[in-house]
């Protein structure tokens, strides 16, 4: 194992009804900005759970935080914050209103240059250091990212076309409402899109090199195995309360740091998806499912102990040879994401293949970006990856 | 699922070489106490490592804190922080000093009229609540109770003979570091005893009543089969760096709260362990290795869909019928129990089980204790139980 440091203050309540403890949870003084996205939350009654909850406070309302928060729309809310002088973010939604307003919250005291120093991670660039944030809390109402219990913040810039992110322990929300009721409205792709976001975050941080760690192996496992077992539950019957509580805890699970503790962790599937979205618009879990494929058989090498690991423990796969186990693990996995309607091949979006292998290896090579828990993912590897 | 409400503000520093650190994790102004056990720390050089991290830092030491931490040492050394001053405490040890320090920080800004309030949780009272703590940071020598990693503390009264607990969220560590490499030198007892206690931190929680919670289970299930995995390595090779640092991140995980989110527990055999070690004298682990046989065997028909799931995901028991598995099941864990040189039976400290019964039942009748997931673990069925 190696070493590791894991602190997560996250305050997480979750069940049935808890949506009315955001008064009780947000700071009783000051002004709160409560942002969310293009209004499903009036839909489905959450808006009017939250302002019931928050009756009386002082509340200011930023709408409009869209998929893959757009920096342009971030900042039209931190000069509004700074306007109405926020002292709290409460945001209502899924990963990218809950992304989009980490960016805000640490965007509002920023001293530096240029605000978009914050986000140049990702990019070959350490980024710009947070200092401060506003402090915020989170309503989550769709599994997926696991932002709603990390420190991380993913942010696209639509006039040059980048999506970028940033962690800071400073923007760690200080409670999350997790009601898996909320999720009973969700639109099929949505609730395919996050299991599968959710699984792919476990594979970059289990699929990689065999550490000795065997208790994190097994936590990895666990939410694999409960995405897979509980997916067509909520498919089939998106109403059952189980399911979608059993799913949303998985997704939270799979990136608050725990399962991550000590071992090496890869990214790459992430790094490359990003470009797709920023270039083609693929929604995050589409591009994750169409990349991880292909980059796995690429991998099968560097992966190879853990490929047949996955396969044995998830899917039940003995073969001859480890490379034949390793690659009906890929299968497998490819099975399962198209089993929850996530296509696995860019022809499916009509994007032919060679073309968006040559336009990400040209903005990959730009900046010299070299991605993977053995740095080996060059722009070149990118370019075969997205061909194959 | 059941609601739940998670929160652990603990950083945990883990890994080869990380004592060091504790200057930086330590507050820089103020009074630091230091506390430890009986002075295997300076055998082992523990010691030395954290005062030559903490050169140049204002520090007092209190020496001496026993396992089975007593009310009473703990009373000399509120005394000596209120005396001297301190501004924060840092436990370095095993479960007992740091359980102890716990207390200690509790009791120090205490304003009750008898600090021993404080304590009377698990004696069928709530306990006086506490409403502050000295902050505190502990560096954990010995893996077993999970204390490093959460809000509990467990103490001991020698006047009364009474082994009481309380929880607070006031006395979460700030830091704990783990480095295995302190485990090395434990005797082949303590490790062994740590594993147990582990152990039966995750039967408490996982071998109730199933409320369909597949992840909990599976994160329950891994600290399980690690610890299983792990125990003979440590015991024949006590310096294998990967079993010790497994075991000590499987001890941590079993009580920091995580797989007793939204499930129902039990703490029915802690309860009880608690007597005997208070009548008795005997170690924390060796009272679980006794109880717990005698109380599933006992409980078979309420926990049964759980015995039968840990049997077959556990030990890979299958059986005619369930009733057989669940015997099969709790077999297994005794034999484990055995393997690993922690006894389960009374018999072997040469106690009369029959005359055990008798004075726990009358020790716990006289308190109308109740304990177990279901409350009916009376003072009838706490004799039954030791007598069995």
Same mark, same amino acid.
């Given at each position: 194992?190696?070493?590791?440091?894991?602190?997560?203050?996250?305050?997480?309540?979750?069940?049935?009804?808890?949506?009315?403890?955001?008064?009780?949870?947000?700071?009783?003084?000051?002004?709160?900005?409560?942002?969310?996205?293009?209004?499903?939350?009036?839909?489905?009654?959450?808006?009017?759970?939250?302002?019931?909850?928050?009756?009386?406070?002082?509340?200011?309302?930023?709408?409009?935080?869209?998929?893959?928060?757009l920096y342009e729309?971030?900042?039209?809310?931190?000069?509004?914050?700074?306007?109405?002088?926020?002292?709290?973010?409460?945001?209502?939604?899924?990963?990218?209103?809950?992304?989009?307003?980490?960016?805000?919250?640490?965007?509002?005291?920023?001293?530096?240059?240029?605000?978009w120093?914050?986000l140049r991670?990702?990019a070959?660039?350490?980024?710009?250091?947070?200092?401060?944030?506003?402090?915020?809390?989170?309503?989550?109402?769709?599994?997926?990212?696991?932002?709603?219990?990390?420190?991380?913040?993913?942010v696209s810039r639509k006039s040059t076309m980048e999506k970028r992110?940033?962690?800071?322990?400073?923007?760690?929300?200080?409670?999350?409402?997790?009601?898996?009721?909320?999720?009973?409205?969700?639109?099929?792709?949505?609730?395919?899109?996050?299991?599968?976001?959710?699984?792919?975050?476990?594979?970059?941080?289990?699929?990689?090199?065999?550490?000795?760690?065997? /208790?994190?192996?097994? !936590?990895?496992? =666990? $939410?694999? #195995?409960?995405?897979?077992?509980?997916?067509? +539950?909520?498919?089939?019957?998106?109403?059952?309360?189980?399911?979608?509580?059993?799913?949303?805890?998985?997704?939270?699970?799979?990136?608050?740091?725990?399962?991550?503790?000590?071992?090496?962790?890869?990214?790459?599937?992430?790094?490359?998806?990003?470009?797709?979205?920023a270039v083609?618009? /693929?929604?995050?879990? !589409?591009?994750? =499912? $169409?990349? #991880?494929?292909?980059?796995?058989?690429?991998? +099968?090498?560097?992966?190879?102990?853990?490929?047949?690991?996955?396969?044995?423990?998830?899917?039940?796969?003995?073969?001859?040879?480890?490379?034949?186990?390793?690659?009906?693990?890929?299968?497998?996995?490819?099975?399962?994401?198209?089993?929850?309607?996530?296509?696995?091949?860019?022809?499916?979006?009509?994007?032919?293949?060679?073309? =968006?292998?040559?336009?990400?290896?040209?903005r990959?090579?730009?900046?010299?970006?070299?991605?993977?828990?053995?740095?080996?993912?060059?722009?070149?590897?990118?370019?075969?990856?997205?061909?194959?």
């Amino acid at each position: 194992m190696l070493n590791f440091v894991f602190h997560n203050p996250v305050k997480i309540v979750f069940g049935k009804g808890t949506i009315s403890q955001v008064g009780e949870l947000a700071p009783t003084k000051g002004r709160i900005m409560m942002t969310y996205g293009g209004g499903s939350i009036k839909r489905n009654g959450v808006y009017d759970q939250v302002k019931e909850a928050l009756k009386g406070r002082d509340v200011v309302e930023f709408e409009g935080i869209e998929a893959n928060p757009l920096y342009e729309t971030c900042m039209k809310a931190v000069k509004l914050c700074q306007k109405e002088k926020v002292d709290f973010i409460l945001a209502v939604g899924g990963g990218s209103v809950i992304d989009g307003s980490k960016f805000i919250a640490a965007a509002v005291p920023y001293q530096g240059k240029d605000t978009w120093d914050i986000l140049r991670a990702g990019a070959g660039d350490e980024g710009a250091e947070v200092k401060s944030a506003i402090p915020l809390g989170t309503v989550l109402t769709l599994p997926a990212t696991g932002t709603e219990m990390n420190a991380n913040s993913v942010v696209s810039r639509k006039s040059t076309m980048e999506k970028r992110y940033f962690s800071s322990p400073f923007v760690y929300p200080q409670f999350s409402i997790l009601d898996p009721e909320t999720t009973f409205t969700l639109p099929e792709k949505q609730t395919a899109n996050g299991i599968v976001d959710a699984f792919v975050h476990v594979v970059e941080q289990y699929l990689t090199v065999d550490v000795n760690s065997p /208790l994190q192996d097994r !936590q990895a496992e =666990a $939410v694999f #195995l409960t995405l897979i077992e509980e997916a067509p +539950k909520a498919l089939a019957n998106p109403r059952d309360y189980d399911a979608r509580a059993n799913i949303m805890w998985s997704a939270t699970c799979a990136l608050n740091g725990l399962i991550g503790c000590g071992v090496q962790q890869d990214w790459a599937t992430h790094m490359i998806g990003h470009e797709l979205t920023a270039v083609y618009g /693929l929604d995050h879990a !589409q591009t994750l =499912a $169409v990349v #991880l494929p292909p980059l796995l058989r690429r991998q +099968k090498k560097a992966k190879l102990d853990k490929l047949v690991k996955m396969g044995e423990r998830i899917f039940g796969i003995c073969a001859a040879d480890k490379d034949a186990a390793a690659e009906k693990t890929i299968v497998a996995i490819e099975a399962f994401f198209n089993s929850v309607g996530v296509p696995t091949t860019l022809s499916a979006y009509n994007i032919k293949s060679s073309e =968006a292998a040559a336009v990400v290896y040209r903005r990959l090579k730009s900046l010299n970006s070299v991605f993977g828990e053995h740095a080996d993912i060059t722009p070149e590897a990118v370019r075969d990856i997205l061909s194959a």
